[in-house]
Antibody
Framework: QVQLQESGPGLVKPSETLSLTCTVSDDSISSYFWSWIRQPAGKGLEWIGRISKSGSTNYNPSLKSRVTMSVDTSKNVFSLNLSSLTAADTAVYYC????????????WGQGTLVTVSS | DIQMTQSPSSLSASVGDRVTITCRASQSISTYLIWYQQKPGKVPKLLIYAASSLQSGVPSRFSGSGSGTDFTLTISSLQVEDFATYYCQQSYSTPRTFGQGTRVEIK
């Protein structure tokens, strides 16, 4: 069973850049697309974007100017950078695999809470 | 972007009730519709993909239907462990978009 684990700072200052990494337990990172999703407290799910093994990306237009994703298949990790943070970026950030057959998010990390505050 | 609209936003039901949640897409998405269940403080769990395919390990009381723009998630006999928030999501195009969620509460 594939396992995903997010890592990164829990507290980031306004205007700074958030950097999160997701470690995938096996070499399935060489297949599929890999996604980031976030969820502010008490609110719904927001898709941030996805990246393929080759580094091809799709971003949410609402965040596109601030988002960068990368992948390192040799280390089984993919990463999210989100710049120019404000309090509105405070949320639980999840990484997830976009699986086969209609592309559901079938495996998720446990999520990491990121708070933007000075 | 494709907008996903769920209804109702919340509902109260009793154990044993049949529950139906609706999800409407702003344009046709064929059967690229996914349902997730999320309990408080927990990670979303995949229930149904391709509009009607049950994810492995998910109880058969959950079912999905629909195509095009209109979809439903049905719980045939609500159990205690089913009280949660349910989200639909389209995987037809990027950006992927979610419905706003439907909270299923105990009556």
């Amino acid at each position: 069973q594939v396992q995903l684990q997010e890592s990164g700072p829990g507290l980031v200052k306004p205007s700074e850049t958030l950097s999160l990494t997701c470690t995938v337990s096996d070499d399935s990172i060489s297949s599929y697309f890999w996604s980031w999703i976030r969820q502010p407290a008490g609110k719904g799910l927001e898709w941030i974007g996805r990246i393929s093994k080759s580094g091809s990306t799709n971003y949410n237009p609402s965040l596109k100017s601030r988002v960068t994703m990368s992948v390192d298949t040799s280390k089984n990790v993919f990463s999210l950078n989100l710049s120019s943070l404000t309090a509105a970026d405070t949320a639980v950030y999840y990484c997830a695999r976009e699986g086969p057959s209609s592309r559901p998010l079938d495996y998720w990390g446990q999520g990491t809470l990121v708070t933007v505050s000075s | 972007d494709i907008q996903m609209t769920q209804s109702p936003s919340s509902l109260s039901a009793s154990v044993g009730d049949r529950v139906t949640i609706t999800c409407r897409a702003s344009q046709s998405i064929s059967t690229y519709l996914i349902w997730y269940q999320q309990k408080p403080g927990k990670v979303p769990k995949l229930l149904i993909y391709a509009a009607s395919s049950l994810q492995s390990g998910v109880p058969s009381r959950f079912s999905g239907s629909g195509s095009g723009t209109d979809f439903t998630l049905t719980i045939s006999s609500l159990q205690v462990e089913d009280f949660a928030t349910y989200y639909c999501q389209q995987s037809y195009s990027t950006p992927r978009t979610f419905g706003q969620g439907t909270r299923v509460e105990i009556k």
